[in-house]
């Protein structure tokens, strides 16, 4: 079992960035991590490569805005986090944003007296999150829990003890306070041995005789200052954030944890207080004391012994969605007032009723962001649940052989959102349930596993295939209808358990509610009245999935509801990237499968629809007439969603209005899913492709040769679809980290005589020599009309460029070398353009050109083709406009000039206009923006525009002029101010 540990303490980096992070769009998210490594960080700050930490790939990759906070926090000092952001912000020219995380920076140096956590508590944090393995995810077996028993038995254990502790203390505890750890401890044990798993479902749990001081670690990392703790478990469901919490009860009850820094622990179960009336804190906390006298005023003199474990706040967060806003501004701190249970919670949480106590708090991932405006100095703990180690061990206790085992699990990583949703040991369940069965197991492996819903389609299938159930035939296709909308309606109203009334309202009939619970579908929750709730939260997404595609009588056609929110979860995932409802619309997608639509026809008895096809191609077609149609896509959660249904025909449909695609390939899961949809996109016209490239390299000892092999065959996929498409015109690889594999095939592609790209872009593409290997491929390639290598370390590749526009073949119109530190190379560039009879547009902006004393040479080319020439940002100062104005003199084809962003001051245009005044050239636009001029420039320029009827447009923004000058300027020509 994973546990990532995060410090965040009074508003510091996680709070403190998180709001920078998520105002990044998908693009820019993806480009910050790609800025990360330590080499693209060691190009920005110039430091030795070994100055900054390796954040593994795996974990950045996957991870949103919030998850990427804790990275950052986790291996980043606090210093150097925000410095590293703010220098990733600036590289991507995020001035916005650069600004407010600056001003940001600002404001913590002045608040410095808000302590942060020391670096002793964050090593200790992580020591505990090192040692702890898979017990936060496992429950105890009986012979574990004698053991934990016969522990509490010698409460005198050394190593929990403080050896300042008073032993008349020890020996003399409040009789009250004794009966209370026997009410808890016999209260958890029940609730364990209560809890239905299967039965088949094994346990791991790596427990050592050290556990409870490591859970102490965890809980209590030596942070007693002016506020105290606040612990926050977050993670997917199935993980173990509830069993890591109710062992820390139980552990505490036992006599072997928080013996000294907790005198009460109290447990909070949200799923079982959300319903209460209106209550007092006073009473709430009482609600499990072993009799009606809780010693209250005792809790609130000591409120720094006090621990509160406040179990699926998310729970507390849905039930307020459902109800009017209970937050009236006012802090709640009388323990005796009457309010409801929310406000009671929340005011525990910002620290409003008992502001010296400890919290443990557990919630799903989704639901942090809602959380964390009420939490004070928190500290995060990632639950991320198995590990690949953990997995091994699961598999080999169901299956035995090891050969087997590990066959299953290459064909698993194959799948990676399987593979990750495998970390939830109840979905490792349902795996090894399914793989057990013969035919599937021996039979076709590949085929099950080979999407997320095929595997959970074949197990629902095996359990009913031969499941009696005393259950009319015709009462099927009902009872799956029943149980579907009940799971959606869940979904809808975030609601995860459900009672009598829910399952009645559904018409459950008993049989078959029975066999739900036999087969371990659903489970009951004997602590909640009584309530029931899907095993695994992906059961309850599936059927959620199956309620869109199962046919529905004839008689409720006209009226079903179902197409539009079937759109609506579309629109929410594809267009307003919501990752609530992903889960669901991958499922949906699955189920179209014609395989498996027949399979749980044939075997559930139900009837799957045959037009759900058909409203998804209308719904693509209207979204197909809007402009920009497939920018407003999440394009690629779109092609995991039809790599998903693996039906080739509907995806050629479904991508026949995509004429844009930009993809972040990140991983095997985005290459599969690209490879699969690219060749389906007929119209496309654009495609702008970030490649990692650790996803092809042969070297890494976690890759099978096969599953490179699978890897080289889709990227290869890809490559070919520059050769296939005849509308695709325009490549664009910026961003992208190149292999030696996928460069070798996308030159085999770029060089094939019906490859039509028109249009190559690579802006900050590494390694440098992939460059060079791409302009030797297009040399004499007369189809390609624009070529940007802007921001790279052109290095050896200048001189292919100069070879290439030699070239007789050499169609090159448009050709940007931004940021690419060149310096003398330059005038070597000049020199040779009158070789070159196409190239019309030049831009060296932001390259360093203040030496350009050369330039006196090229006065004698008054053949230069170029009608557009950017030397935005390149250092010029006045000596430099003198050369310049020297070399384009006699110049009569330069109609565009861009000199913006250079300190030219007043004298330096001066110079410049002397020599444009009397040329007879046809320049109509010149770009002065931001070049430190003043008010004394207006009567060159304006002498400039009298005299040349051609310039028309003159672009003066970020200068200080004074109106009158301004006016002057005006008085014919088109001016930007």
């Known amino acids: 079992m994973n546990f990532s ?58 991870a949103d805005p919030l998850n990427l906070s804790f990275l950052l926090d986790e291996h980043f000092p606090k210093a150097q986090a925000w410095k590293v952001v703010l220098g990733i912000f600036q590289t991507m020219d995020l001035t916005s944003l650069c600004e407010k995380v600056t001003a940001k920076m600002k404001e913590n140096v002045q608040t410095q007296e808000l302590q942060d956590p020391t670096q002793e508590d964050v090593e200790m944090l992580e020591a505990a999150a090192g040692n702890m393995q898979t017990q936060g995810c496992q429950d105890p077996n009986q012979e574990e829990l004698e053991e934990l028993e016969e522990e509490t038995g010698n409460v005198q254990a050394q190593e929990c003890q403080d050896p300042n502790q008073e032993e008349p203390e020890m020996l003399e505890e409040a009789d009250h306070r004794r009966k209370y750890r026997e009410k808890m401890k016999a209260e958890l044990l029940e609730t364990w041995d209560n809890i239905s798993w299967p039965k088949d479902h094994i346990y791991i749990r790596n427990t050592s005789k050290d556990e409870h001081e490591e859970l102490e670690r965890l809980l209590d990392p030596n942070r007693t200052r002016a506020q105290a703790q606040t612990i926050v478990l977050v993670g997917s469901a199935g993980v173990g954030k509830t069993t890591l919490a109710m062992q820390a009860m139980l552990h505490w009850a036992s006599g072997v944890l928080f013996q000294q820094r907790f005198s009460y622990v109290f447990y909070f179960s949200c799923h079982k207080i959300r319903y209460m009336k209106e209550t007092t804190f006073a009473e709430l906390i009482s609600l499990d004391w072993p009799d009606f006298d809780a010693p209250i005023e005792e809790f609130m003199s000591q409120p720094e012994k006090l621990l509160f474990i406040i179990d699926g706040f998310e729970e507390i967060l849905i039930s307020e969605s459902h109800s009017e806003s209970l937050d009236d501004g006012s802090p709640c701190t009388d323990w005796y007032q009457e309010l409801p249970v929310t406000k009671i919670l929340h005011s525990l949480l910002k620290k409003e009723l008992v502001p010296l106590a400890t919290l443990l708090i557990t919630i799903k991932t989704w639901f942090v962001t809602d959380l964390k405006a009420s939490l004070v100095n928190p500290c995060f703990v990632q639950i991320t649940g198995f590990t690949g180690e953990d997995l091994w061990v699961y598999f080999m206790r169901h299956f035995d052989d090891s050969s087997e085992v590990e ?3 290459q064909q698993i990583r194959k799948n990676e959102t399987l593979f990750h949703s495998c970390s939830a040991p109840m979905v490792c369940w349902t795996v090894c349930s399914c793989l057990k069965q013969p035919k599937v197991r021996y039979y076709d492996l590949q085929s099950i596993t080979q999407t997320t819903t095929s595997l959970y389609a074949y197990f629902f299938s095996n ?21 579907c909308s009940l799971a959606i309606e869940g979904l809808w109203s975030m609601n995860f358990t459900f009672n009598k009334v829910d399952t009645e309202i559904e018409a459950l009939e008993v049989p078959f509610i029975d066999s739900l619970y036999e087969f ?29 595609v199962l046919e529905e009588p004839r008689e409720f056609f006209s009226h079903s509801t179902k197409p539009q929110e079937m759109k609506m979860l579309l629109r929410d995932v594809l267009l307003n990237k919501e990752d609530y409802w992903t889960s669901v619309v991958l499922f949906f997608f699955g189920l179209l499968n014609k395989n498996i639509a027949r399979e749980l026809e044939d075997t559930l008895r139900c009837k799957i629809s045959p037009r759900v096809m058909e409203e998804l191609l209308k719904w693509g077609e209207e979204l197909g007439k809007a402009e920009s149609a497939s920018l407003q896509f999440h394009i690629l959660q779109l092609f995991h969603c039809l790599r998903e249904s693996q039906e080739e025909d509907f995806t050629k449909k479904m991508l026949g209005h995509i004429f844009e695609v930009d993809l972040n390939i990140l991983g095997d899961e985005e290459l599969q899913a690209s490879s699969f949809c690219l060749k389906h996109c007929k119209r496309l016209n ?32 890809i490559c070919s679809t520059l050769v296939t498409n005849e509308n695709l015109h325009e490549l664009d690889l910026s961003n992208s980290n190149l292999h030696a594999s996928s460069v070798k095939g996308l030159c085999l592609a770029l060089k094939n005589p019906r490859c039509k790209v028109q249009k190559l872009t690579c802006k900050s593409v590494t390694p440098e020599w992939v460059l060079q290997d791409l302009i030797i491929v297009l040399q004499g390639n007369s189809k390609l009309t624009h070529l940007n290598f802007s921001s790279n370390k052109l290095g050896m590749t200048v001189p292919l460029i100069l070879k290439a526009l030699r070239h007789s073949d050499c169609n090159l119109k448009y050709l940007w070398l931004e940021s690419c530190g060149l310096t003398h190379q330059i005038c070597q560039l000049f020199l040779n353009l009158t070789e070159n009879t196409s190239l019309n547009f030049l831009s060296l902006g932001d390259n360093d050109l203040s030496e350009v004393r050369s330039l006196r040479e090229s006065s004698t080319l008054p053949t230069c083709p170029l009608k557009e020439l950017s030397l935005s940002g390149c250092s010029f100062t006045r000596e430099g406009c003198r050369e310049l104005a020297n070399a384009l003199r006699h110049n009569h084809n330069v109609k565009i000039l861009d000199l913006g962003e250079n300190d030219l001051k007043d004298d330096g245009v001066k110079l410049l206009c002397e020599a444009l005044k009397p040329s007879p050239r046809a320049l109509h636009t010149l770009g002065l923006a931001k070049c430190s001029l003043t008010t004394a420039c207006c009567q060159h320029l304006f002498s400039v525009l009298s005299s040349r009827k051609s310039l028309v447009n003159l672009n003066l923004l970020g200068n200080e002029l004074d109106p009158d000058g301004v006016k002057m300027l005006c008085f014919r020509k088109t001016c930007t101010m």
């Open 5 to 62: 540990v995060t410090t965040c303490a009074g508003g510091d980096t996680i709070q403190g960035l998180l709001p920078y992070l998520m105002a990044l769009d998908q693009y820019q998210l993806e480009e910050f991590k790609l800025c990360l490594e330590p080499r693209q960080l060691t190009d920005f700050w110039s430091a030795p490569q070994g100055h900054f930490p390796r954040i593994p790939w795996a974990n950045l990759r996957a």
């Open 520 to 548: 371990n579908i659903l489970q009951k929750i004997n602590d909640h009245g009584g309530c029931t709730t899907f095993t695994h939260l992906s059961f309850q997404e599936f059927f959620a999935a199956m309620s869109f």
């Open 686 to 717: 654009k495609l702008r492709l970030s490649v990692s490239s650790h996803i092809l390299e042969r070297d890494l000892e976690i890759l099978e040769t096969s599953k490179v092999d699978s890897r080289m065959h889709a990227w290869n996929s």
């Open 463 to 483: 359990l009913f295939s031969t499941a009696e159930v005393d259950l009319a035939d015709d009462s099927w296709p009902g009872q799956w209808k029943a149980l």
């Open 407 to 409: 066959k299953i699990l």
